[in-house]
């Protein structure tokens, strides 16, 4: 009787150039098991799939060597080695059935080894160890390729990120666009980027994780500050440079100016400096900025317990505490108080406002600097390369250019962070309170810290009930 047999087969991606396909592999392998008698029963075949790639299962050749052992099969016919075993784990896995099987068959159409003999299973070793070096070198290749694709500006494949087009990663979607825009105006004007997490996740933007709204902080922090808004093409996160020391350009549409994109980096970057540690939201206008009028003590809002939805009583209040090291007794309901700051607050950004106008946007004046320091960087580069130097010259010139050029760089990041910060301010200058109320509340505190160093609140005295104005001192700047 005829013995048996499986057929392996298994295409893949470094096969795509010599076209190896599946479909031939197989009729390869079932010439070869009626030249040699046998009846092959079964095709295992894994698609697509490398066999180098450690984390990879191949479900096909789990499923043969399962069948292999129990006897289903007594033997395997495949195309070569190569396409059978590239990881030496796998054959050793093979092997040790060969070596309990002494009568299972093995064939490969290229004739390259027979894990049938002893022989071959120590030539098979040897073969398997110098594929999967090979392998380690095909990988490295493709990620070369990956880099020279990169260092040509073309963009990576995979999902459009937010900002561009669905369907075409390198057309900006104006509305995502927008968003960003909006976003990236708000983080100028002192808006926390959880803050912006969270209405994003409202309002359906940005872009969440596939059947939930939610997106993590440094999702949203890597949308609002990607190289990718200026059109730099990045490798592994790093912005790339070409020969010439100059960022490489993608082949998308830009949404962000450079002066746009690095005042919002800047500003990212300096929050993260200034306070690290305290992202903690404040909840009340003026927690932290009134101090109590006895003790002088910071004074922070507190909820009412006794404050329901429908209630009289005050959803809030200001309240000098023996816990944070005050007095303990001082304390004003929170909304009217908010209410008077306010209005004076407005009133006062108002008038400075009419007589300062919004700063014209300007150049940053040392960019010619910067371009000639940049030109020098790109005329070493060139220098080594058509060998006018060595690299151990290059090396000991570049890198005091390269500080000059950071440090430029960050002075310009910082100039046009200035720059930004003051022109969305300025656009506070005439609101109502009822749109001031709508705004974010870091924007609130920050706008009232514009006119107000501190706010004083003086002891109600006995039995007061209305509150009075006059007992409420704003400190100005
Ligand atoms: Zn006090």
Redesign the pocket.
């Known amino acids: 009787m005829a013995r048996k047999v499986g057929i392996y087969t298994r295409i893949s991606r470094d096969d795509e150039g010599d076209a190896m396909g599946v479909a031939r592999q197989r009729q390869d392998c079932e010439h070869l098991a009626d030249l040699r008698s046998w009846q092959a029963v079964k095709v295992y075949e894994d698609n697509d799939v490398s066999a180098f790639k450690r984390n990879v299962v191949r479900d096909e050749f789990e499923l043969m060597l399962q069948d292999l052992r129990s006897g289903l099969i007594q033997g395997i016919v495949a195309y070569d080695l190569d396409r059978l075993a590239r990881q030496p784990r796998d054959l050793e896995r093979l092997i040790e059935i060969y070596d309990e099987r002494p009568r299972a068959e093995f064939a490969t159409v290229t004739n390259d080894v027979n894990l049938a003999a002893p022989d071959g299973r120590t030539m098979a070793r040897v073969m398997v160890a110098f594929a999967n070096k090979s392998s380690h070198d095909a990988s490295r290749r493709i990620k070369r390729k990956h880099l020279e694709l990169a260092r040509q500006g073309r963009d990576s494949g995979g999902p459009a990120p937010y900002g561009w087009c669905k369907d075409d990663r390198t057309k900006v979607d104006p509305k995502a666009a927008q968003a960003i825009r909006t976003a990236q105006q708000e983080i100028l004007a002192g808006v926390r980027i959880g803050t912006i997490r969270t209405r994003w996740q409202e309002e359906g933007l940005g872009n969440p994780r596939a059947g939930t709204k939610r997106m993590a902080h440094h999702h949203v922090e890597h949308i609002l500050t990607s190289p990718r808004l200026v059109g730099y093409r990045t490798y592994h996160g790093e912005i790339l440079t070409g020969d010439d020391g100059e960022p490489v350009m993608g082949e998308w549409e830009p949404i962000n100016t450079l002066a746009e994109w690095e005042a919002v980096c800047a500003a990212v970057a300096e929050r993260k400096q200034q306070r690290p540690g305290q992202t903690l939201a404040r909840k009340y206008l003026l927690s932290g900025i009134a101090r109590?009028?006895?003790?002088?003590?910071k004074?922070r809002g507190q909820v009412n317990p006794r404050w329901k939805p429908g209630s009289k009583a005050a959803k809030y209040s200001y309240q000098?505490s023996v816990v944070n090291g005050?007095?303990?007794?001082?304390g004003r309901t929170g909304e009217p108080v908010d209410k008077l700051i306010v209005e004076l607050v407005l009133e006062d950004q108002r008038d400075k406002a009419a007589v300062q106008d919004v700063p014209p946007e300007q150049q940053w004046p040392r960019q010619g600097e910067l371009d000639a320091v940049q030109a020098d960087i790109g005329r070493l580069l060139e220098a080594e390369k058509s060998r006018q130097i060595t690299v151990s010259t290059l090396l000991q010139l570049l890198p005091d250019k390269e500080r000059e050029r950071d440090a430029l760089k960050l002075e310009r990041a910082r100039f046009y962070k200035d720059q930004k910060q003051s022109q969305a301010r300025a656009a506070t200058g005439d609101l109502s309170p009822t749109e001031f109320f709508d705004l974010p509340i870091e924007r609130q505190r920050e706008t009232v810290l514009r006119s107000l160093s501190a706010v004083i609140i003086h002891p109600a005295g006995r039995g007061r009930r209305t509150f009075d104005p006059t007992l409420i001192d704003p400190v100005w700047r």
């Open positions: 109590c009028g006895l003790c002088k003590t004074i000098c005050g007095c303990g007794k001082v």
